[in-house]
């Protein structure tokens, strides 16, 4: 079992920046992949971001691929997501998954975290 640990959520105005960090402890592996989902009022949880373990490779959804950014300290087991330009859409609480990368990004994981809300005003 992994758990997950999510920090760094808040209040922003459109057009500002905030970093949100996840860090996984328990059963962490070297197959564990990383990712972001977030879920607005009302709407089904979406896809944001995801990160492969080994390689490093990103994956993006369309409507933050240019202005989110993730990253990952493979030695700390913790992922970053840099949201930049951010936009009222943006508002919702944001989940970190961990698990293979076909899981993370098919929101099909096994481990989440227990969310971080992120406010933008406009």
């Known amino acids: 079992q992994v758990q997950l640990v999510e920090s760094g959520g808040g209040l922003v105005q459109a057009g500002g920046s905030l970093r949100l960090s996840c860090t996984a402890s328990?059963?962490?592996?070297?197959?564990?992949?990383m990712g972001w989902f977030r879920q607005a009022p009302g709407k089904e949880r979406e896809f944001v971001a995801a990160i492969s373990w080994t390689i490093g490779y990103t994956y993006y959804s369309d409507s933050v691929k240019g202005r989110f950014t993730i990253s990952r300290l493979n030695d700390k087991n913790t992922v970053y997501l840099q949201m930049n330009n951010l936009k009222p859409e943006d508002t919702a609480v944001y989940y970190c998954?961990?698990?293979?990368?076909?899981?993370?990004?098919?929101?099909?994981?096994?481990?989440w975290g227990q969310g971080t809300q992120v406010t933008v005003s406009s």
């Open positions: 328990g059963r962490t592996g070297d197959n564990l992949a």
């Open positions: 998954t961990a698990d293979r990368i076909v899981l993370v990004r098919s929101g099909k994981a096994g481990s």
